[in-house]
Nanobody, 118 residues
Framework: QVQLVESGGGLVQAGGSLRLTCSSS????????MGWFRQPPGKGREFVAS??????ITNIADSVKGRFTISRDGDTVNLQMNSLKPEDTAVYYC?????????????WGQGTQVTVSS
């Protein structure tokens, strides 16, 4: 069974930092892009960041550019979140898809809650 498991979520004050980690089991994700989506309360899921299978190409949403960075070590993906804002509050999902991370990736994690207090 293929699984993506997120960790590192929690409660933080505005201006603080969190580091999310996504680990995989059940298969390797070579040739797969991986990344993160989030779903704020009462809103739809939105793209946050992606990274190519080699780690050489990253894509960051404008809403978090300059504050969030994505990195990858094999099948483990990290999302470093700095200067957090209350509007970053959401459930964060790890995802993986062959070659390119589309809006409908094949593999999803179960999500981890990030809450930023003002």
């Amino acid at each position: 069974q293929v699984q993506l498991v997120e960790s590192g979520g929690g409660l933080v004050q505005a201006g603080g930092s969190l580091r999310l980690t996504c680990s995989s089991s059940g298969r390797t994700f070579d040739s797969h892009a991986m990344g993160w989506f989030r779903q704020p309360p009462g809103k739809g899921r939105e793209f946050v960041a992606s990274i190519s299978w080699s780690g050489s190409i990253t894509n960051i949403a404008d809403s978090v550019k300059g504050r969030f960075t994505i990195s990858r070590d094999g099948d483990t993906v990290n999302l470093q979140m700095n200067s957090l804002k209350p509007e970053d509050t959401a459930v964060y999902y790890c995802a993986a898809n062959y070659r390119q991370l589309t809006n409908t990736p094949r593999y999803w994690g179960q999500g981890t809650q990030v809450t930023v207090s003002s």
